[in-house]
């Protein structure tokens, strides 16, 4: 028997509240998760589902775009049998660009072939490290309400926090060691610039956070300064996170190519799994430790990234723990976490609940 082939692919928005507002970077902020629930139907009636996050002023994306990019690529992808994965990939990256929309249809591909096959992501796609530690990205906020939110999510289990910096220097560095004060060792912390400082502030911004503590920051500088982000990591003030700089496989190889960063954070919101697999892979094979992180997910994309943290190049707090920021989620079951890290084998059972999903459908 022929395996089934690609009958259709299309996307449903829907919208859940946060707990309070995500501020990062320099300007941006989200109140909400206004994501798109991506479905792929095969021949048989195979549904394969994921979760594309599109973020206007990271990736160009908005929920209107991924609807609009999932039926222009509908035409080259229906026919196409689920087992041709050359095929499937060669329609999906014909565009440019669409990073969350190409992301959550490669999930769903892989969603929609495991369960054909009579299987599951968790059998097909899980590796050996089936505990995984998490982090939490805590946003910027008043210095009393960052650390109120930290107080919430160590109580809740995670043990390792993400902060938002790049504001203000002096402000960021007093959260900080209010946080450490807070916390002590038991509590992991680095930091996230969004590409804030610049080559004149970087080197003391980085010699700052060294000495209170925190383990690395991630993307200090604009990724478009490549001479100057290379010669920052020659410095080795502070271990250096891959993240806006090393948006795809190609992007990875310039990285590589200048020496750029100690830890690549890919993200299954915009890489799927085959990149986001790829591109640890090939930086393991170069040294570098690999992290998996969250383009703000709900719960359905929290168990794809979780999955992909399984993998043995991932070595570092994966960003697994957003869910705590949702007022709801999709999801049939909660997503716990408990002293700092995720049993990924545990979630199998959990997937998106239909009525939620009535519940929470934008439009």
């Known amino acids: ?33 206004e994501h798109v629930l991506v479905r792929v139907t095969l021949s048989d009636g195979t549904v394969g589902v994921a979760e594309a996050t599109p973020r206007p002023t990271i990736y160009g994306e908005t ?7 999932l039926a222009h690529l509908q035409g080259a992808l229906a026919g196409l049998s689920i087992t041709d994965e050359a095929g499937l990939n060669r329609a999906r990256n014909s565009v440019a660009n669409n990073h969350t929309a190409r992301g959550a249809l490669d999930m769903a591909l892989h969603d929609a072939r495991a369960r054909a096959a009579g299987s599951s992501l968790f059998s097909t796609l899980m590796g050996p490290n089936t505990r995984v ?31 938002k910096v790049g504001r203000e220097h002096e402000r960021d560095l007093r959260v900080i060691r209010a946080l450490r004060a807070e916390f002590g060792s038991d509590v992991l912390l680095y930091a996230d610039s969004n590409e804030t400082l610049s080559p004149e502030s970087a080197p003391p911004a980085l010699d700052a956070m060294r000495e209170a503590g925190l383990m690395y920051v991630e993307e200090p500088l604009p990724a478009r300064q490549l001479r100057a982000r290379a010669a920052l990591y020659a410095q080795g003030r502070l271990p250096i996170v891959a993240d ?4 795809t496989p190609a992007d990875l190889d310039r990285e590589l190519d200048f020496g750029t960063f100690d830890v690549l954070n890919v993200k299954t919101a915009r890489n799927g799994f085959t990149d986001g697999l ?27 990234a979780a999955l992909l943290s399984t993998q043995p190049e991932v070595t570092e707090p994966c960003e697994l723990s957003f869910v705590l920021k949702l007022q709801d989620d999709l999801l049939n079951a909660p997503i716990e976490f408990r002293d700092g890290w995720l049993d990924v084998a545990a979630l199998s059972g959990h997937a998106p609940d239909p009525a939620k999903v009535a519940r929470y459908r934008v439009g």
């Open 244 to 247: 806006d700089s090393c948006f």
């Open 133 to 163: 530690r998490v982090s939490f990205i805590l946003g910027i906020a008043s210095p009393d309400d960052m650390l109120g939110e930290a107080r919430r999510v160590v109580q809740a289990g995670v043990r390792c926090l993400k902060v």
């Open 278 to 304: 790829n591109m640890l892979r090939v930086a393991a094979a170069h040294g570098k430790r690999g992290m998996v992180g969250s383009q703000a997910s709900t719960g359905l994309g929290t168990l794809h």
């Open 63 to 69: 929920p209107a775009s991924v609807l609009g990019i």
């Open 1 to 33: 028997m022929s395996a089934p082939t690609v009958a259709r692919v299309e996307g449903l928005v829907y919208r859940l509240p946060l707990t309070s507002a995500l501020a990062w970077g320099a300007h941006s902020a989200l109140s909400a998760a």
